[in-house]
C-alpha cells in the first residue's frame, strides 16, 4: 500500500526566506522517502535591518507579511497537510521580532516560531546525515547562514558536540562581527577536532550548494581546501557588479558568497581539513524530517 502526503518547512534566515514542500511516501515493508516537490526563494535580508538597527523596518515586514501569503497560497495549492516555520538568528534578535510574528499571524494565520540557535543546530542534525558520511570517520558539520553559523562535531557516526556562532555573511558583510567571536570560534573548533587525526567537513548552505554547482563535481565528490581557497581569491579580484555580469551570479548572492567562503575555510583550516562534502541539506530538510518524526511542534494548514 503506497501512502504520499505533503509537508512543508519555511525557513525564515537573516539573508532569504525559503519554503521547501516534501513528498512524504510511505510503502509497506520499505523505509520512509523523502522527495521535495518545490522549492521557492526569497531575498529578504532580514539580518541588514537587525544588526544593524536591532529591528526589522517596516518596508521588510511588509515584504515578509506578504511573502508569508503567497507561501500560505502555494501550500494550499500543493494540498500542503502540516507545515513548521522557522525563523532563526535575525528575528530572534530583532526587538520587534515577537512583534512581526504576531502581526503575520494576525494577517496570514501562518504561525512562525522564533527558534535559538542551539535548536536549529538539532534540527539540521536531524536530516539524513548517515547517508553522507561514514561511520568510522570524524566531521565537522558546518550550516552557515545570513546570521549565525551552526557547527556540529560528529565521530563514528554520533553527534557529539553542536555550537551557533554570531558568525554570518550579512554580520560580515556589515564588518560587525568582533575578532573575539573569530578566537572563540578557533578555540572550540580546535579543541573538538585535535583527537581527531584525520577529519573532513560537510558544508550546507546556499553558496556552498552554488560553488559546489559551479564546480561541475559529482554528487558526493568533495571539493578540496584548494579549490575553495583558489576560487575565493579569484572571486575577490572582480568587482561586486562583475561577480553579476561576468560570473552569473545573482545580485543576492554575488556579494554574500565571498564571506562564506571566509567561514568555510576557516573551518577548514582549523580542523585541519583538506575536503568538504556538499550534500545540499539544511534547516529546511530538517524540519520536513522533524515534522514526520514528531519530535518538533506543527501546524494544520
Given at each position: 500500500m503506497?501512502?504520499i502526503?505533503k509537508?512543508?518547512?519555511?525557513?525564515?534566515?537573516?539573508?532569504?526566506v525559503?519554503?521547501?514542500?516534501?513528498?512524504?511516501?510511505?510503502e509497506?515493508?520499505?523505509?520512509?522517502?523523502?522527495?521535495k516537490s518545490?522549492?521557492?526563494?526569497?531575498p529578504i535580508?532580514?539580518?541588514?535591518d537587525?544588526?544593524i538597527?536591532?529591528?526589522?523596518?517596516?518596508a521588510?515586514?511588509?515584504?515578509?507579511?506578504?511573502?508569508?501569503?503567497?507561501f500560505?497560497?502555494?501550500?494550499?495549492?500543493h494540498k500542503?497537510v502540516?507545515?513548521k516555520?522557522?525563523?532563526?538568528?535575525a528575528?530572534?534578535?530583532?526587538?520587534?521580532?515577537?512583534a512581526?510574528?504576531?502581526q503575520?499571524l494576525?494577517?496570514?494565520?501562518?504561525?512562525i516560531?522564533?527558534?535559538?540557535?542551539?535548536?536549529?543546530?538539532a534540527?539540521?542534525?536531524?536530516?539524513?546525515?548517515h547517508?553522507y558520511?561514514?561511520?568510522?570517520r570524524s566531521y565537522?558539520?558546518v550550516?552557515?547562514g545570513?546570521?549565525?553559523?551552526e557547527?556540529?562535531?560528529?565521530?563514528n557516526g554520533?553527534?557529539?558536540?553542536?555550537?551557533?556562532?554570531k558568525?554570518g555573511?550579512?554580520?560580515?558583510l556589515n564588518?560587525?562581527?568582533?575578532?573575539?567571536?573569530?578566537l572563540e570560534?578557533?578555540e572550540?573548533?580546535k579543541?573538538n577536532t585535535?583527537d581527531?587525526?584525520?577529519?573532513?567537513v560537510?558544508?550546507s548552505?546556499?553558496?556552498i550548494?552554488?560553488?559546489f554547482?559551479?564546480?561541475?563535481?559529482a554528487?558526493?565528490k568533495?571539493?578540496t581546501?584548494f579549490y575553495?581557497?583558489t576560487?575565493?581569491?579569484?572571486l575577490?579580484?572582480?568587482s561586486?557588479?562583475?561577480?553579476?555580469?561576468?560570473l552569473d551570479?545573482?545580485?543576492?548572492?554575488?556579494?554574500?558568497?565571498?564571506p562564506?567562503?571566509?567561514?568555510?575555510l576557516?573551518?577548514?583550516k582549523w580542523?585541519?581539513?583538506?575536503?568538504?562534502?556538499?550534500?545540499?541539506?539544511?534547516l529546511s530538510?530538517?524540519?520536513?524530517?522533524s515534522?514526520?518524526?514528531e519530535?518538533?511542534?506543527?501546524?494544520?494548514?
Amino acid at each position: 500500500m503506497l501512502s504520499i502526503k505533503k509537508y512543508a518547512a519555511i525557513d525564515i534566515g537573516s539573508n532569504a526566506v525559503r519554503l521547501l514542500i516534501s513528498n512524504i511516501i510511505e510503502e509497506k515493508g520499505k523505509p520512509v522517502r523523502f522527495k521535495k516537490s518545490s522549492l521557492v526563494r526569497v531575498p529578504i535580508r532580514l539580518g541588514a535591518d537587525v544588526f544593524i538597527q536591532d529591528e526589522i523596518s517596516e518596508a521588510n515586514i511588509d515584504r515578509l507579511q506578504d511573502t508569508m501569503l503567497a507561501f500560505k497560497l502555494l501550500m494550499k495549492s500543493h494540498k500542503v497537510v502540516l507545515y513548521k516555520a522557522c525563523a532563526t538568528s535575525a528575528m530572534r534578535e530583532a526587538n520587534n521580532g515577537p512583534a512581526v510574528a504576531e502581526q503575520i499571524l494576525k494577517t496570514t494565520d501562518i504561525d512562525i516560531d522564533i527558534i535559538e540557535g542551539e535548536e536549529e543546530a538539532a534540527i539540521i542534525a536531524a536530516t539524513d546525515l548517515h547517508a553522507y558520511i561514514k561511520g568510522d570517520r570524524s566531521y565537522l558539520y558546518v550550516d552557515v547562514g545570513g546570521g549565525s553559523t551552526e557547527f556540529s562535531i560528529i565521530h563514528n557516526g554520533n553527534k557529539i558536540a553542536s555550537k551557533s556562532f554570531k558568525i554570518g555573511t550579512v554580520r560580515l558583510l556589515n564588518d560587525i562581527v568582533k575578532r573575539s567571536y573569530w578566537l572563540e570560534l578557533e578555540e572550540w573548533i580546535k579543541n573538538n577536532t585535535k583527537d581527531f587525526d584525520k577529519i573532513e567537513v560537510i558544508g550546507s548552505g546556499g553558496n556552498i550548494n552554488k560553488i559546489f554547482k559551479i564546480s561541475g563535481k559529482a554528487i558526493g565528490k568533495p571539493l578540496t581546501y584548494f579549490y575553495l581557497s583558489t576560487y575565493y581569491h579569484n572571486l575577490k579580484s572582480y568587482s561586486y557588479e562583475e561577480r553579476i555580469t561576468e560570473l552569473d551570479l545573482n545580485q543576492d548572492r554575488a556579494d554574500v558568497i565571498i564571506p562564506a567562503l571566509q567561514i568555510y575555510l576557516s573551518a577548514m583550516k582549523w580542523s585541519r581539513a583538506k575536503h568538504i562534502f556538499v550534500p545540499k541539506i539544511g534547516l529546511s530538510d530538517g524540519i520536513i524530517k522533524s515534522l514526520y518524526f514528531e519530535t518538533v511542534s506543527s501546524k494544520a494548514l
